[in-house]
């Protein structure tokens, strides 16, 4: 069985480091440019924020916040290697990036529906609630665990 080769991105540096291992599906060109887009995207972005308020400590605040927020989760996710998965991390940094920049606003939108409001504590509709509610789940708000 040959090994293949599997290039993984140091994001801070953007240096790539050549690690083996089998069984690894590789990411396309295609898809890693992408990917590469949106976190430098995401880091001019970060560079030019203005907060809303026009404070420069708020400014510098939402600055720091979009860092971290964008090395927790590319990192986080950067051992991804099912495609389907990877769209959907994409389409998610996508759709924060344009909420942010639409809203003036670097958080994640909050969800306004009450835990568990609509359903028993117990039994199949307990479930059935819990079921439609990760499914109604944004798509912005994928990466973040429950409140």
């Not at 069985?1 to 991105?9: D, R, Y």
Request: glycine share 2%; net charge positive; aromatic share 8%.
């Amino acid at each position: 069985m040959p090994v293949q080769i599997k290039l993984l991105v140091s994001w801070p540096r953007h240096s790539r480091h050549l690690l083996f291992s089998q069984n690894w599906i590789p990411m396309t060109a295609c898809t890693r440019r992408t990917v590469l887009s949106l976190y430098m995207r995401v880091f001019r972005i970060a560079r030019t924020w203005q907060a809303q308020s026009g404070v420069t400590s708020d400014t510098e605040t939402e600055r720091k916040y979009i860092l971290q927020e964008a090395r927790t989760l590319f990192r986080q996710n950067q051992q991804l290697t099912d495609q389907e998965s990877i769209k959907r991390c994409i389409e998610e940094c996508e759709a924060r990036i344009e909420i942010g920049l639409h809203y003036r606003n670097p958080y994640p939108r909050a969800t306004y529906l009450p835990p568990l409001g609509l359903a028993t504590q117990k039994g199949r509709k307990l479930r059935a609630q819990q079921r439609l509610r990760k499914q109604a789940k944004p798509i912005y708000l994928q990466s973040h665990d429950e409140t």
